[in-house]
């Protein structure tokens, strides 16, 4: 019995995702649930700790994310992915995996070396990151700033792995990674809290990384995968990432500082501004996630095979563009509406206070604002990407990340708002990189630029009605809502016969009811108004539901001569 579950679970993974449509459903619906992983993670972090101490924790994160951005998504998503593509689509399969093996030995080096170094230096780097920071957080920052390291090494190896599974097309593995991870940390934070503290989720984050790591091994095997150091830095394939990776690494680098001036001017309004801002992030994360990323990842090969046929390269970026912006707008707007119960359902654990639910749902409502604008900008980036130009994402992106930077500043320090004004200064950003973008697309191919602003129009009006349908009932099934006499409701009374149906959201199950049906008919509404509008993706619902039990039937990797799985 066991042996014939193996066998099925093997031919799952192993499967491959030939369309972009059939590899992004894999895609968000792994992340869906990593993402619901993620929440619990976040729960348990809020019922084990303080705000401050969550804060600390996230913090912690900084330099070692940076050191795993900067050396691995500016050369995997922009370079290796393309390089690796092109040789195995030739039929050069020993020479792809020298590159591979050549890029990760050269990666793995110098994270290794800078690794060495932020060891050291943790506690000086971590106050100048957080000056708002007490000196008894700093140290701790530092202590779980050195453990994170260990995570962020298993992490340098996997994601070379996950660029290999994706050049060949296979996205579940990659896709279900993360929940692996999330485990770890949750399985951390719930069995050792009692004895390391807040220690005991980084030393999760650690386990989780190598079981992230573990699991890409045997399909990248089965793929022909043998890693042999190599230094020898002379081949030109090698040369041809490297190339392609310095643009994007720069707009990676640049990325870093905005993220570390996310946790400057956090701590300079609190200490526990930074966990409700991170917080607020891993929710607002979610839709982008789901649909934005997984659509945009999985259509980076298909682009990239396309990039000799400009009308085939366009008919599918803009179909791409159109789902994005059709997927992502409902949540953002019922992120903007329902703040504060998704906030309270997310992370009221009995740690989690009342200000902080609110200061939260501020933060989440502003990075709502720009969740459509980044999730279409994660797409055209990765269209630049298979035109193989990574310059010109990286300059716009650099001025963006500038802008933000300012904007922060002027939010935080000026007009002395809360941490709500570092999520708005996000958003803003967000939207004027997507806007530059599809402008300078729009100059490189024979695009016209109303084929992105009618259909994002048509579902910014849907969204808009729905949103406003939903305040509106959120409003009048709630019974704090009419005590508070809240909005319109203030010129209102209740009536009598009426009073049975409001829900006293005091209690968590009146909540989770409300949230559910107000969010139901939100989407009914959502999707009414755009068909009304001929808004044509209404019909890929449908469509995604009669085939997703066909998802998992493509073919199995065939091997081919010289043990290269074929691409078709």
């Known amino acids: 019995m066991f042996r014939k579950l193996g066998s099925i679970l093997a031919k799952v993974l192993f499967r491959r ?3 972009i449509l059939s590899a992004a459903a894999i895609l968000a619906a792994a992340t869906f649930a990593s993402a619901a992983l993620g929440l619990f993670r976040d729960r348990a972090l809020a019922s084990f700790f303080s705000s401050g101490e969550i804060a600390v924790y996230f ?20 370079a290796f992915i393309p390089t690796f593509v092109k040789y195995i689509s030739r039929g050069k399969g020993s020479e792809a995996w020298n590159v591979a093996s ?41 202590s779980m700033t050195r453990i994170l390291l260990i995570a ?21 593995v990659p896709a279900i990674a993360p929940l692996f991870y999330n485990i770890g940390i949750i399985v951390g934070t719930i069995f050792l809290a009692g004895r390391l503290g807040i220690y005991a989720p980084a030393w999760g984050a650690v386990f989780g990384a190598f079981f992230y790591f573990s699991i890409h091994l045997p399909i990248a095997r089965k793929l022909g995968f043998k890693f042999s150091p190599a230094f020898d830095f002379s081949h030109p394939g090698v040369r041809k990432v490297i190339a392609l990776a310095v643009p994007r690494t720069i707009e990676i680098a640049f990325a870093q500082i905005l993220k570390a001036s996310d946790l400057f001017f956090s701590s300079l309004v609190s200490v526990g501004s930074y966990g409700y801002l991170t917080l607020a992030s891993h929710l607002a994360a979610v839709p982008v996630s789901l649909v934005g990323n997984s659509l945009a990842d999985a259509s980076l090969p298909s682009l990239s095979y396309k990039r000799g046929n400009i009308g085939q390269f366009r008919e599918t970026l803009l179909s791409v563009f159109r789902q994005i912006i059709f997927f992502v707008a409902l949540p953002a707007v019922a992120l903007i509406v329902l703040r504060v119960p998704a906030v309270r359902l997310s992370f009221g654990a009995s740690r989690f206070t009342w200000e902080s639910t609110v200061l939260t749902g501020y933060a989440l409502s502003c990075l709502a604002l720009g969740i459509v604008a980044q999730a279409a900008a994660s797409l055209m980036v990765r269209a630049f990407y298979a035109l193989a130009d990574t310059l010109t994402p990286v300059r716009v992106g650099v001025c963006s990340i500038l802008a933000n930077i300012l904007l922060s500043a002027v939010f935080i320090l000026l007009l002395k708002t809360s941490v709500w004004g570092v999520a708005f200064a996000f958003a803003l950003s967000n939207i004027f990189q997507v806007i530059v973008l599809v402008l300078l697309l729009c100059r490189r191919i024979s695009f016209s630029v109303w084929e992105f602003v009618v259909p994002t129009f048509r579902i910014g009006l849907a969204s808009f009605v729905s949103g406003g349908s939903m305040y509106i009932l959120l409003k009048i099934f709630d019974r704090s809502a009419w005590d508070k006499r809240l909005s319109f409701l203030g010129y209102l009374t209740l009536p009598e016969r009426f009073e049975c149906f409001v829900l006293d959201t005091r209690y968590t199950i009146n909540l989770v009811i409300l949230t559910i049906a107000v969010a139901t008919a939100g989407t009914v509404i959502y999707l009414l108004v755009a068909k009304l509008l001929g808004v044509n993706e209404v019909s890929l619902i449908g469509a995604l539901w009669r085939r997703l039990p066909r998802l998992a039937k493509t073919a199995p990797p065939r091997q081919a001569r010289g043990g290269e799985a074929e691409l078709t």
């Open 17 to 19: 995702q030939q369309d």
């Open 59 to 78: 913090a912690a994160f900084r330099i070692p994310d940076t050191l795993f951005e900067i050396l691995i998504l500016g050369s995997l998503s922009a």
């Open 102 to 142: 050549a890029i990760m030995t050269l990666t793995f080096t110098a994270f290794l070396l800078l690794a060495i170094v932020v060891f050291f230096v943790a506690r000086p780097l971590s106050r100048l990151l957080a000056p708002g920071f007490a000196p008894s957080e700093i140290n701790l920052m530092a």
């Open 152 to 172: 962020q090494g298993f992490f340098i190896l996997a994601f070379f792995l996950t660029g290999i599974l994706k050049s060949f097309q296979h996205f579940l």
